[in-house]
């Protein structure tokens, strides 16, 4: 007799063609084939195998399996429920003070007039880094530990740092720049080489307006941590402007034409300060005469344009000249050359020994 399993080609086609009734059907080597259940055979020698003890144990409870999973299931429900619930607490709560932190950062971004941009950029900021500080704060309280998670969050900071050092730097520079406003939009500074009127007060960058009327792009980051003037910070602004007369001159008279001058002008403004005009400088061919005047800051280069001229007409109406460079030249005699004095070549000797005691003596 052949013992074939249930998966065979051959036991299959036997058992579907046998019958209670049937023959047990043979093979080709006309050895018969009997068919098996091995699942209902495993099922009864499974049955036929149990102790019975066991399932008295689990009955009875003497057998503590089940009893130590549900008490280890009872012991995690209950301490994981309530840190669970102080996650979820926190989060909530969290969530609040993020938020009104947030509101009131950009009221006090409102109040110094900053920029609808970094208002925008930082209330953002804000609310990301404090969200993410709470979400790691709820984590730890659930138990899951955030040490390996902030150290990679670390790493990738410092390397994107690394590699945006200037970028950042210029935000850097752009935030102090909006925050303390050194300048704004329309003042006329001077920062090293540059002079111009600033137009736009980027992130990154600003952007400044000279007089040739092209766009220079200069980064935040050197306005900010470079010196530089601000010609309109104030409201007035003092115009420095010097006249020279030739030497000889009356002074009381040049004097005077200056302040008939300086009344004519509008533009120049007596209070708080009055202008002043003094003797400054002696030059080579010239006595200067500074003009110290005040003006208001959206009339300076009115004053600055008109000034000049006013000063040329009125010397020139008072006949007070105006000097121009000279040079005085000599007409020397013809002098005989001077004669190199004749040296003798030779080093006398010593005095004797005798002759220096004479002298001593």
């Keep these: 007799m052949l013992l074939l399993d249930d998966n065979t080609p051959t036991l299959l086609a036997a058992a579907a063609a046998q019958t209670p009734d049937s023959v047990v059907p043979k093979d080709e080597f006309g050895q018969m084939i009997h068919t098996q259940d091995s699942i209902s055979t495993a099922i009864k020698d499974s049955l036929k195998n149990m102790d019975l003890t066991d399932i008295k144990a689990v009955v009875t409870g003497e057998n503590t399996l089940i009893k130590d999973g549900l008490r280890s299931l009872t012991e995690l429900t209950v301490g994981f429920v309530p840190k669970l619930l102080m996650a979820i607490l926190i989060l909530w709560l969290g969530m609040k003070l ?84 050194p300048f ?11 002079k111009g009127y600033i137009k ?28 530089l003037i601000n010609h309109t910070k104030e409201p007035q602004i003092r115009l420095d402007v010097v006249a020279s007369v030739a030497y000889g001159t009356d002074l009381k008279k040049a004097k005077e034409v200056l302040w008939e001058v300086i009344r004519s002008e509008k533009e120049i403004v007596w209070e708080p300060k009055k202008p002043s005009v003094a ?62 004095e004749q040296r003798d070549s030779t080093v006398p000797a010593p005095p004797e020994r005798a002759e220096v005691k004479a002298v001593e003596a």
């Design 184 to 194: 704004k939009v329309g003042d006329y500074i001077e920062c090293g080489s540059y």
């Design 200 to 227: 736009e007060i980027r992130i990154f960058h600003t952007m400044m307006r000279p007089f040739n009327g092209r766009i220079i792009i200069i980064p935040n980051s050197e306005l900010a941590t470079k010196s």
């Design 279 to 340: 003797v400054s400088n002696l030059g080579d061919s010239s006595v200067d005469i500074t003009l110290w005047l005040w003006t208001k800051v959206e009339d300076y280069w009115t004053l600055w344009e008109h000034i000049r001229e006013d000063i040329y007409i009125a010397f020139n109406n008072a006949g007070v000249e105006i000097p121009f460079p000279q040079v005085t030249v000599h007409n020397a005699t013809e002098q005989a050359p001077f004669q190199m």
């Design 98 to 181: 993020a938020k009104m932190l947030k509101n009131l950062i950009v009221r006090a971004l409102d109040k110094r007039d900053a920029e609808p941009s970094l208002k925008t950029f930082l209330g953002s900021l804000v609310d990301v880094l404090l969200k993410a500080m709470i979400i790691i704060m709820a984590m730890d309280v659930i138990g899951i530990k955030a040490t390996s998670f902030i150290a990679l969050l670390g790493a990738m900071g410092l390397a994107i740092g690394m590699a945006l050092q200037g970028t950042l730097q210029n935000f850097a520079g752009g935030v102090i720049i909006l925050l303390m406003k």
